[in-house]
């Protein structure tokens, strides 16, 4: 066990203790002023509150995404719940492209989603905070859609899938 610092545990110790915690994989989504639309691998992703709809994703500030989802002109986001066989699209957002005809984009209530998802929420920006190295952007959902496929799931710096029937 690693001794207590002041500053902190370590980055090395952080990575490694909740790379043990299990996620869904979503690719964050936003439209730049000039129409571009960008894409981020995310699993640093909750929701926040039921009444006004919350959700939180936690963005490096070295990430092309912050820059976009700071501006002034980014107003809405979106966050793509992947599914079991999406893999190859939480690759190509991470910084790993495979052909981007492949990316399966469509329109949710105007915004740029990804086709064939779990789930996409479309969300305005409602407030920003302080997250360290990273910026946490609250998001107000306005749109979500939603299916029956089975989600892609990360664990211990892998990618998996449900044993079989979530518990009830």
């Known amino acids: 066990m690693t001794q207590p610092r002041p500053e902190g545990i370590g980055p090395e110790d952080f990575r490694a203790t909740l790379g043990r915690f299990a996620s869904g994989v979503t690719v964050i989504t936003a439209r730049e002023a000039d129409g571009t639309v960008h894409g981020m691998t995310a699993s640093a992703f909750v929701s926040v509150s ?3 709809p919350l959700i939180l994703v936690s963005v490096d500030r070295r990430a092309h995404m912050h820059a976009t989802l700071l501006a002034e002109s980014t107003e809405q986001f979106a966050v793509n719940i992947l599914a079991q ?5 939480s690759n190509h ?3 790993r492209p495979g052909p ?3 990316v399966p984009w469509r329109e949710q209530a105007g915004f740029p989603v990804l086709g064939g998802t779990v789930a996409s929420l479309v969300c305005r920006k409602y407030q920003m905070l302080d997250g360290g190295d990273h ?3 609250v998001g107000l959902i306005t749109s979500t859609e939603y299916s029956d496929r089975p989600p892609l799931l990360y664990f211990s710096g892998k990618y998996g899938a ?3 029937d979530p518990l009830l």
């Open 100 to 102: 981007e005809e492949a």
């Open 162 to 164: 449900l044993a079989g």
């Open 135 to 137: 910026t946490l952007f």
């Open 85 to 89: 066989d999406q893999a190859h699209l």
């Open 50 to 52: 039921l009444n006004p």
């Open 93 to 95: 957002f991470a910084g």
